[in-house]
Structure formats: structure tokens, C-alpha cells
Nanobody, 118 residues
Framework: QVQLVESGGGLVQPGGSLRLSCAAS????????VGWYRQAPGKERELVAR????????NYADSVKGRFTISRDNAKTTVYLQMNSLKSEDTAVYYC???????????WGQGTQVTVSS
């Protein structure tokens, strides 16, 4: 059974930090490009950060460059998103995503809420 389980979301003040985790199971994690997307109320889901299909590089949304860092641990089949200097506009549900490098088969997590507010 394929699972992507996010954790680490919550309420944080502007300027604060959070670290999201996504634990993957049920598929060959190392064969997938993994990433994070988010969806704010009334808005479309957007890319936050991801590894490229070849997993040799990363892409970040312009709005998070320099503040967020994606990382992965293939041994733990987990992908992380370190979020620093959080802003109110970062408030959204954050989703973990996995895309097979060749077949394009993809999986989504259930999402974790991040709220940035004073």
C-alpha cells in the first residue's frame, strides 16, 4: 500500500520556522522525484520545492527561495522541507508529492496545515 504521510505542520508566528516531514512507504522511494506543493484557500495548488526528475537538482518557487530548503533521506524514505522566515502568505495546506522518473506515476500525501499568524 502506497503511503505519503506528512507531519510537522502547525501554527507559527511570522519569522518563525517549521520543518515538514513526509514519510513514504509502499514504493521504491529512490526511483521517484519528490517534492512539496501547497494550496492556500481559494487558490490553486502550487509548487513549493521539488527534486528534478533526474533527482540531480532542485526547483524552488521564487516566493520561497532563500527561505525554504528541501532535502531527502533515501535510507529513511523521507523527504523534508525546512521552512525559515515564515510569512503570513506561506499559510496553506502543504502536500508531499512523488513522481516516478520514467513512468510518470505519481502519488500525493493527505496534506498538513501550516498557519503563519501572530
Amino acid at each position: 500500500q502506497v503511503q505519503l504521510v506528512e507531519s510537522g505542520g502547525g501554527l507559527v508566528q511570522p519569522g518563525g520556522s517549521l520543518r515538514l516531514s513526509c514519510a513514504a512507504s509502499g514504493f521504491t522511494f529512490s526511483s521517484y522525484a519528490v517534492g512539496w506543493y501547497r494550496q492556500a484557500p481559494g487558490k490553486e495548488r502550487e509548487l513549493v520545492a521539488r527534486y528534478t526528475v533526474t533527482s540531480s537538482g532542485t526547483n524552488y518557487a521564487d516566493s520561497v527561495k532563500g527561505r525554504f530548503t528541501i532535502s531527502r533521506d533515501n535510507a529513511k524514505t523521507t523527504v523534508y522541507l525546512q521552512m525559515n522566515s515564515l510569512k503570513s502568505e506561506d499559510t496553506a495546506v502543504y502536500y508531499c508529492h512523488a513522481l516516478h522518473m520514467y513512468t510518470r506515476l505519481e502519488y500525493w500525501g493527505q496534506g498538513t496545515q501550516v498557519t503563519v499568524s501572530s
